[in-house]
């Protein structure tokens, strides 16, 4: 009777363990659309609403969106129903408990977006076995602070000003403390490769992908002209140049990266802000 017994229970916990999965979420970017879809089930998200990701999401099972809208107020930061932060915290509680494991993959404004989760909060219940940031907004774009400082000014519609002014340089960085991750490291890639033939890039200050500067693809502490690619790990950025008297002497800037991040990939021109929503299977 007690081998019965003890065959059931382990019955049980094979069950358990073949019933539970690994969920891959992505995240998506700035976007003039809505992709905001509920996310009340396991079977939640399966369609990339209003086409974000544009076929760039291939050869993976159980890929799961995480839409939102990012007109709601708050912009990445928001709570609203349909808001950045509820749609991914809504993601988590659905895919990722249970037994359950999730790996999640940000494109530009979404690596703000679940940087800022864990950043501000503490979740439990929880299992995530890796985030990865493509192209990753989280230090912010210059883009945004013209959009919302001069656009705005004139009178255009800037996406409704929320998202623009939570991805600015100012917004992005002094929402929360980019050094906590709660633990989670951030696989991060970047590319210099121009979206808009080289029309944004005056407006980024030293080496950028069109859309973002390198102190944002390179996850630094601070907003800088940094002229260098963004290197493989998590260590110090150096970069030399010429200075003192007849340019005899080489002086050196030194960038450091926030604790979490790690860059795994640096697609150099090569790689534009778009072309990086295919980076999630980099290592």
């Not at 998200?45 to 990701?53: A, E, S, V």
């Not at 129903?81 to 749609?87: L, N, P």
């Not at 400082?149 to 009178?155: C, H, P, Q, T």
Request: proline fraction near 2%; aromatic fraction near 12%; glycine fraction near 14%.
């Amino acid at each position: 009777m007690r081998k019965i017994a003890l065959l059931v229970i382990v019955g049980l916990f094979a069950v358990g363990d073949l019933s539970a999965a690994t969920y891959r979420l992505f995240v998506h970017g700035r976007s003039g659309s809505n992709h905001c879809q509920s996310l009340t089930s396991t079977s939640s998200g399966t369609t990339d609403y209003n086409n974000y990701w544009g076929g760039a999401v291939t050869g993976l099972t159980n890929v799961r969106y995480v839409g939102f809208d990012g007109t709601q107020a708050g912009g990445a930061y928001s709570w609203n129903t349909c808001g950045a932060q509820k749609q991914f915290n809504d993601a988590l509680r659905v895919f990722c408990g249970t037994g359950n494991t999730c790996e999640i993959y940000t494109h530009s404004t979404g690596g703000l977006v679940v940087a800022a989760y864990f950043g501000l909060n503490s979740p439990s219940g929880i299992n995530i076995s890796r985030i990865q940031l493509l192209a990753s907004a989280a230090g912010g774009s210059e883009l945004a602070d013209f959009s919302t400082s001069y656009l705005a000014w004139l009178g255009f519609d800037t996406l409704g000003g929320a998202l623009d002014q939570s991805v600015s340089t100012s917004g992005a960085r002094n929402g929360f403390n980019h050094n906590n991750s709660g633990g989670r490291t951030y696989y991060t890639t970047s590319g210099e490769g121009s979206d808009y033939l080289l029309a944004t890039s005056p407006l980024l200050p030293g080496k950028d992908d069109g859309v973002l500067a390198n102190h944002s693809l390179c996850n630094t502490n601070a907003v800088s002209s940094i002229g260098v690619s963004c290197p493989r790990g998590s260590g110090t950025m150096t970069e030399s140049y010429a200075c003192g008297f007849m340019w005899l002497s080489t002086c050196y800037s030194y960038y450091y990266r926030w604790s979490p991040y790690y860059t795994v990939w640096q697609g150099g021109s090569s790689e534009s802000h778009s072309g990086a929503k295919y980076d999630y299977n980099r290592r």
